[in-house]
């Protein structure tokens, strides 16, 4: 850093994981803090919990992870939903609720997620966006240790988290469920790491495969009954998305064996192709759901916004639609824009492959190789709002549900709603309300439909009643837009690697800028995919305002061993614009910035 700069102090609307203590920055004096500004619907910052948890262990009486949760959606705005978020992924350090955004303007914070570092006198001494920092997290810390150990301003031992109660109860916030031969249900009880049998009640256990972390599940999702024929020749019954691991994996009913299908272990750190890969050698990101569709497993990959491919009998996998851009985009497969897609679905057909795309807050479907928008607006616009499709809203949905007329049911997870979209009068409907984060619908051979009620740790029959129509409750993500000037603008991306790493070119540029506009009007020129991290832009004057989609990574590796690890860091931003004459003509963007 060039100056020290004192860290804002940590002030919200209350804290978690303290035992009820409000905790400042005095308190924590002698600890090193990495402060993760997150937003528990964002897929990236799910990552970095993730990332985070070694850090923890091996720092654990030098190192305070305060999480800072910022919120994004109005849902998440609500304190009793950040706590079920905190209980839902296990979250093992200090959360503060900054749901006016406050510390995230104090922190400068552009991104989610955003990772700040404050030394153990006070001092902020880095900042950094995006995931995949764990190593260059790891040598700082070390740096750190050891100046402020020989200062005698190191001060180990315990630290303020506060362990909630144990859970009780069969389920805790299950995920997915589909129905098996027979009748029984299959459910993915992801916070408890396994995958549970239930009779046809919903409520009596049958069996339980798996248990705890990594025992073989982490959080599992998506669940997929293969076909009999498939079933036959692969030896196995069900796929299940085993989404923190990064892998899919066969369940054989029968036997209650579990094996390894696809998926290297590894998160998704690379670039997109069009080729098949071995399905155990390849990297995957965050799998949240399964469908079979066009003769083969379609993966609802929510980490990296794509559709993927799983083919059984080949044993392969690869992309199916999307390219890793945060955005919504119809058009021809592949080449489309999806944002943490979570649900799936296939119409009574087979042609139509419906999907939750949850960060757009979106309804989609693939038909025919092209995909559709049914209904959703973009990345910052949501709501609880009936109606016609064009101005119809959900709010962050993460299941559906195709029925035998063609309509579909949503679980419109963060309005706690069930919807239903028409496609013959093209409008939105209101089913039920009320629910706790439904995030699955599953309709039964016999007709009913049963409603995974995440957060109330169980599954719902649903009641419909009258159908309601819902008016107002429209809401936009209101994040500080960037003032910059029309005509011409500079776009920097600044990027440092980590301690101990190099930019590498051993496989060509190491750099890859990617950029885009919503609407497509505000960019004149500067669209597209280039291998340096700085972009002359030309911004239409006619157009007020809009969104500046920049996706950026960089490759690095180590510097100080004989075979190095490597090593892709990689942001995406949705950068609100205001054209302001008067405004500056250049926008700086921190990848990774070690200087702070």
């Known amino acids: 850093m060039t100056s020290r700069v004192r860290a804002p102090e940590l002030k919200g609307r209350g804290w978690l994981n303290t035992g009820g203590k409000a905790l400042t920055l005095a308190d924590l004096r002698g600890k090193i803090l990495v402060l993760d500004f997150w937003t528990f619907c964002c897929i990236n910052c799910l990552h970095v919990l993730d990332e985070l948890r070694p850090l923890e262990e091996k720092y654990g ?37 900054d749901g006016d955004m406050h510390l995230w303007q104090q922190y400068a914070a552009k991104a989610w997620p955003t990772l700040a570092v404050v030394d153990p006198t006070g001092y902020l001494v880095a900042s950094m966006a995006g995931e995949g920092h764990a190593e260059g997290l790891s040598r700082l810390i070390d740096e750190l240790v050891a100046k402020h150990e020989a200062d005698g301003t190191l001060h180990r031992g315990d630290g303020p988290y506060v362990p909630p109660p144990a859970p009780e109860g069969l389920l805790h916030f299950p995920g997915k469920a589909i129905e098996l031969p027979g009748g029984n249900l299959l459910v993915s009880d992801s916070a408890r790491h396994s995958v549970v049998e239930l009779s046809p009640d919903g409520e009596t256990l049958v069996r339980r495969f798996g248990a705890g972390r990594n025992e073989p599940f ?26 923190v691991n990064h892998q899919l994996r066969a369940l054989s009913l029968a036997t209650g064996e579990i094996t390894l299908v696809a998926g290297s272990g590894r998160p998704w750190r690379s670039t997109v192709d069009d080729h098949p890969h071995d399905a155990l050698a390849a990297d995957l990101s965050s799998p949240w759901d399964l469908a079979w569709f066009d003769d083969k497993v ?5 980490g990296i916004h794509q559709l993927w491919w799983f083919d059984p009998i080949q044993r392969t996998v690869g992309v199916y639609a999307g390219t890793t851009v945060e955005a919504l985009r119809d058009g021809p497969i592949p080449d489309v824009w999806m944002a943490q897609p979570s649900g799936l679905s296939v119409s009574a057909d087979g042609k139509r492959l419906w999907i939750a795309d949850s960060e757009t807050s979106a309804l989609r479907y693939v038909e025919g190789g092209v995909m559709h928008t049914a209904i959703g607006q973009g990345l910052f616009d949501f709501g609880h709002v009936d109606g016609p499709a064009d101005t119809a809203l959900f709010q962050h949905p993460l299941g559906v549900a195709a029925l035998a007329d063609g309509s579909v049911l949503v679980a419109d997870t963060y309005n706690g709603a069930v919807r239903r979209f028409d496609p013959v009068v093209n409008e939105v409907s209101t089913v039920d309300s009320g629910l706790a984060e439904p995030s699955d619908i599953l309709l039964t051979a016999a007709g009913d439909v049963l409603v995974v009620e995440s957060a109330a740790h169980r599954l ?6 009258v159908v309601k ?66 972009r002359r832009l030309v911004l239409n004057p006619e157009v007020p305002k809009g969104v500046l989609q920049v996706v950026a990574q ?17 942001q ?20 990774r910035g070690m200087d702070g």
Request: hydrophobic residues 40%; aromatic residues 4%; glycine residues 8%.
């Open 61 to 97: 009486d030098a190192l305070v992870v305060i999480g800072v949760h910022s919120p994004k959606f109005e849902h998440e705005r609500d304190p009793q939903a950040l706590a079920a978020a905190v209980e839902r992924y296990g979250v093992h350090h200090p959360v503060i609720d």
């Open 218 to 243: 982490s959080e599992p999702q998506g669940l997929l009954a293969l076909p009999p024929a498939i079933k036959d020749l692969t030896g196995y019954d069900v796929v299940v998305a085993d989404t």
């Open 298 to 302: 379609i993966i609802a990959m929510a």
């Open 460 to 465: 719902t029959r649903l009641a419909p009643g």
């Open 469 to 534: 129509t819902v008016a107002g409750e429209r809401h936009k993500t209101e994040r500080p837009p960037s003032h910059l000037a029309p005509g011409e603008v500079t776009l920097d991306v600044i990027f440092t690697p980590a301690p101990g790493q190099k930019l590498d070119s051993q496989f060509g540029s190491p750099l890859r800028l990617t950029v885009s506009a919503s609407p497509a009007e505000l960019l004149l020129d500067g669209e597209g995919t280039t291998t340096d991290l700085s």
């Open 554 to 570: 960089a490759a690095t590796c180590d510097v100080d061993a004989e075979f190095g690890a490597c090593h892709l860091t990689r």
């Open 572 to 591: 995406d931003w949705g950068v609100p614009i205001v054209v302001d004459p008067a405004a500056p003509s250049r926008l700086p963007l921190i990848l």
